[in-house]
């Protein structure tokens, strides 16, 4: 079965950087676009950012542009984002998503704190 789990959340002051990964099972990685959600206190999902499959196409939210760089491993199946320059409104739970045959894969989650 599809597995995605996300690491890497923690407290960091704001100016910090934080790198979080998802690590993916029980699906072709190779041929599948990877996205970053968020979801802070009280608020919807938010999509974060995309890749392709291949890694050579990404997109960003506008209010991370310039700031997140998300990243992939095919052959360790992994996912990244590297997030720097971190300000107190990134603080959410940030998720992991793949669509694959029409069905969308969630991971738990990891919580990012941004506060001094």
């Known amino acids: 079965q599809v597995q995605l789990v996300e690491s890497g959340g923690g407290l960091v002051q704001p100016g910090g950087s934080l790198r979080l990964s998802c690590a993916t099972s029980?699906?072709?990685?190779?041929?599948?676009?990877m996205r970053w959600y968020r979801q802070a206190p009280g608020k919807e999902r938010e999509w974060v950012a995309v890749?392709?499959?291949?890694?050579?196409?990404?997109a960003y939210a506008d209010s991370v542009k310039g700031r997140f760089i998300i990243s992939r491993d095919n052959a360790a199946k992994m996912l990244y984002l590297q997030m720097n320059n971190l300000e107190p409104e990134d603080t959410a739970v940030y998720y992991c998503?793949?669509?694959?045959?029409?069905?969308?894969?969630w991971g738990q989650g990891t919580q990012v704190t941004v506060s001094s």
């Open positions: 890749i392709s499959n291949t890694g050579t196409s990404t």
């Open positions: 998503k793949v669509t694959y045959f029409g069905s969308d894969y």
């Open positions: 029980g699906f072709s990685f190779s041929i599948s676009a």
